[in-house]
């Protein structure tokens, strides 16, 4: 069943994965695709405005990546480093990079360690020394920022990746990874949106590590993906659902806000809700609230590679993708984007 993924594959060089974000961010590179015309557009992000639809509604995700990796100590005195993922309850889940046994205590320093509890498939419960209420306090002092595995020479320091690998209006802590479509927004962007009456609404979709992981056969299977925590509130439920009568077009910045509307709607309305979702969008998929997408260029054979093949077309994703690699456009996290619609 996984060789279905092989029609989501494409070669390019290893040299377009972008090691560090565009500055300024809205310098990067947009490819404007409309499915109607078919027609091609090459510009950069600060001129979006030139290029949405008449009436747009952006969507964002409004999440917030935390500092989520710890270096922690054994009782034989080796370093284990550790990838916080959630809490639950009392106890945070995380990923190790070696096996742990439960019981052991792993030390981050004379005040603060946690214990291992069980394993929970290739996770691992931990206890933590302290209220689970001042976790996000040490990961902010302690913890080191999350970034993707294809990022291995970035030059940006810790205090550089809290700042660039962050949206300017990140505010709802939870993420392991961050939007990225919207790493390409600035205040003046924003302004130059809201002054053309483009709306700008937000709603919440804590990004896992699930994003990265290869899809399995149960995947594909089932229909669903790795389970993520949203939330849409009723004022942002209400002003998309007045938007989409009215005729104006919603536009996802970014597959988080994609799967998060598209599991919301129903009948094309939302509701204010929050939960879990495991949305897995694929060809065959039909949309149920959004009318076009901006997106950053995704790893071959992933699940973000399907979603917007079910918006545009593999055939027509494939082109895009061939189109800009020849342009020489940057790839991935901090990479260019586009806008199809």
């Known amino acids: 069943m996984l060789k279905i993924l092989d029609k989501y594959d494409y070669k390019f060089p290893s040299d377009l994965i972008a090691q560090k974000p565009a500055a300024p961010r809205d310098s990067s590179r947009l490819l404007i695709y409309s499915k109607k015309s078919d027609a091609l557009t090459l510009d950069v992000f600060l001129n979006l405005d030139k290029y949405l639809p008449k009436g747009a509604v952006l969507v964002f995700n409004k999440t917030k990546v ?23 309850g009392g106890l945070i889940r995380v990923m190790a990079n070696q096996r742990l046994e439960e019981g052991m205590v792993l030390k981050l320093n004379s005040k603060i360690n946690f214990t291992v509890g069980e394993k929970a498939g290739k996770y691992y419960d931990l206890l933590p020394s302290f209220k689970i209420e001042k976790l996000f306090a040490v990961l902010e002092k302690y913890g080191k920022t999350p970034i993707p595995p294809y990022i291995k020479n970035s030059p940006l320091t810790e205090k550089g990746l809290r700042e660039k690998y962050q949206t300017i209006f990140a505010e709802e802590r939870g993420s392991v990874a961050a939007p990225t479509a919207s790493l390409h927004f600035t205040e003046r962007l924003f302004k130059r949106l809201k002054n053309k009456g483009f709306g700008i609404e937000f709603v919440t979709l804590h990004v896992n590590l699930g994003t990265f992981a290869p899809l399995t056969e149960e995947n594909l299977k089932t229909g669903r993906l790795h389970k993520e925590y949203f939330e849409i509130d009723k004022k942002t439920a209400g002003a998309l659902n007045k938007a989409k009568q009215q005729g104006r077009p919603i536009i996802a910045v970014g597959t988080t806000s994609i799967r998060t509307l598209e599991y919301v709607a129903k009948n094309e309305k939302l509701k204010a809700s929050s939960g879990i979702t495991d949305l897995f969008i694929r060809e065959g998929y039909k949309f149920k609230f959004i009318d076009g997408m901006i997106t950053n260029f995704h790893v071959p054979k992933s699940s973000l590679m399907m979603l917007v093949a079910a918006f545009i077309g593999r055939k027509n994703l494939l082109k895009l993708y061939r189109y800009v690699i020849n342009q020489k456009f940057r790839f991935f996290s901090f990479g260019d984007g586009m806008l199809v619609y």
């Open 66 to 88: 935390v500092p989520a990796r710890l270096v922690l100590k054994k009782p034989s005195g080796g370093k284990v480093q550790i990838l916080y993922l959630e809490t639950r």
